[in-house]
């Protein structure tokens, strides 16, 4: 992947001078340009096209929501990610299909979550490219070598159950946070939230037990108690108790009860 072209657009100056800053240690965004209202931005994103751009949604005027529209209908229309310091726009950007979301001021760890996400993003749309080409490939092919070729492209592959979340969106303190489900260690229950482990941090999300398990995918995450559902991916160590239950050991070194009722979870370890 090569550099990625970005264009800032904030009408103020020392917002857009701080991100253009944290933005600098990312050593693949390429800042191609800096826009201080939205009709610039219009401008600078037809004549630029950027692959990115960070678009402060409450600008006098022109804001970034019609920044966006005016960009339907572009043969190409860049990822956004959304800034602004106004929490309340949270909904309306993600129907506007922005990328990621971030409040002013713009934290680090966010901002590294962000460009992590747009990263992912440019590499499907790289993908979707090269598939295109791939297909202009086969249909110049003689019949022989195209049906051949088209047989091997037609097996079967391992790819996410669409049924089932791949990320969970999670609320906190004004801003929202994109947790990949590959990543969740254990998830267990506190009431009408859920506690979502993830390495050394715990997310709290307003669900419960029985909704956030229709999201997940059973072949991977499995309850062991009635407050409890397991990663089944991240289980290091199984250790049998005299009283029938078991304990789990995660790779993170958590250590989980395993309740007699869930015993048959068990029986995947072995």
Do not use: W
């Amino acid at each position: 992947m090569g550099k990625i072209r970005t264009i800032l657009v904030d009408d103020e100056p020392l917002a857009l001078r701080g991100l253009k800053i944290r933005l600098e240690k990312f050593d693949d965004i390429e800042i191609i340009g800096t826009c201080s209202n939205g009709r610039e931005a219009v401008k600078s994103i037809k004549e630029m096209k950027p692959d990115l751009v960070f678009l402060d949604i409450q600008m006098p005027g022109f804001d970034g929501f019609s920044v966006l529209r005016s960009l339907v209908g572009e043969a190409e229309i860049p990822l956004v990610v959304f800034v602004t310091a106004y929490d309340q726009y949270a909904l309306d950007a993600f129907e506007a299909h922005a990328l990621d979301y971030l409040l002013k001021p713009v934290e680090e760890d966010r901002l590294a979550e962000a460009i992590t996400r747009v990263r992912e993003a440019i590499s499907q749309r790289m993908a979707i490219e090269q598939n295109a080409k791939l297909v202009e490939l086969i249909e110049g092919m003689d019949e022989p070598s195209k049906e051949a070729l088209t047989a091997i492209l037609e097996q079967p592959v391992e790819s996410h159950d669409d049924r089932f979340d791949p990320h969970l969106r999670i609320k906190d303190r004004g801003h929202i946070t994109i947790v990949s489900v590959s990543d969740v260690e254990y998830i267990d229950a506190a009431g009408d939230y859920m506690c979502i482990h993830v390495g050394e941090k715990t997310h709290i999300l307003r669900e419960t037990m029985k909704t956030m398990e229709k999201r997940l995918d059973p072949k991977i995450f499995q309850r062991i108690h009635r407050s409890t559902i397991v990663n089944l991916d991240k289980v290091r160590e199984v250790k049998p108790h005299s009283n029938g239950e078991c304990f789990l050991t995660l790779e993170g070194g958590t250590e989980l009860k395993v309740s007699r009722s869930y015993k048959d979870v068990v029986g995947r370890f072995l």
